[in-house]
C-alpha cells in the first residue's frame, strides 16, 4: 500500500504532465491569434521561452523519475493509481519533443509561426478534462 506522500508525489506528476500538455495546446493557438497583433520577431521570441519553460518544467519531472528516493516513491505511488512509468514516460518524451521542436524550429516569419504551431497542435496529444466541460445547470 502508498504512503500518502507516494500518492501525493504521484498524483504531482501526473498532473504537472497534464498541465504542460494543457499549456503547450493552448499556447499554439494563441501564436496562431497573435499574427497580425504583434510581429514575428515578438511571437518567435515568445515561443522560444515558452518552450524553455516547458522544459525546465520537464526536467524537474525527468529528475524526479530518475533520482532516488522520488523515483521509488513515485513507482509505489503510481501502482495505486494504476499508472505505469512506461505511461509517464511515454507522456513526458511526446511534451519534450516537442518543445524540443519549437526550440530547433527556425521562426522568423508568420508562416512558420503557424506551421510550428500547427505541428504543436499535432503532435501534443489533447486529453479530455473534466475541468474544461460547461458546468451543468442546477435546478
Known amino acids: 500500500m502508498a504512503t500518502s506522500e507516494e500518492r501525493r508525489l504521484a498524483n504531482e506528476a501526473i498532473l504537472e504532465i497534464e498541465r504542460v500538455r494543457s499549456n503547450m495546446r493552448k499556447n499554439a493557438n494563441a501564436y496562431k491569434q497573435q499574427i497580425g497583433v504583434r510581429t514575428a520577431v515578438q511571437i518567435a521570441t515568445v515561443m522560444k ?6 522544459q525546465r518544467r520537464l526536467e524537474r519531472l525527468r529528475r524526479g ?3 532516488e528516493p522520488s523515483r521509488t516513491k513515485l513507482i509505489a505511488g503510481m501502482v495505486v493509481d494504476g499508472v505505469t512509468r512506461a505511461e509517464l514516460v511515454a507522456d513526458h518524451t511526446e511534451l519534450n ?17 503557424t506551421t510550428v504551431a500547427d505541428q504543436i497542435l499535432a503532435n501534443v496529444t489533447e486529453h ?9 445547470t442546477v435546478r
Do not use: C
Not at 521561452?49 to 516547458?54: E, H, R, S
Not at 479530455?128 to 451543468?136: A, C, F, H, V, Y
Open 65 to 67: 523519475f530518475t533520482t
Open 128 to 136: 479530455e478534462t473534466l475541468l474544461s466541460k460547461p458546468l451543468p
Open 49 to 54: 521561452a515558452d518552450a524553455d519553460q516547458f
Open 97 to 113: 519533443d516537442a518543445a524540443q521542436a519549437v526550440w530547433d524550429a527556425t521562426i522568423t516569419t508568420d508562416a512558420q509561426i
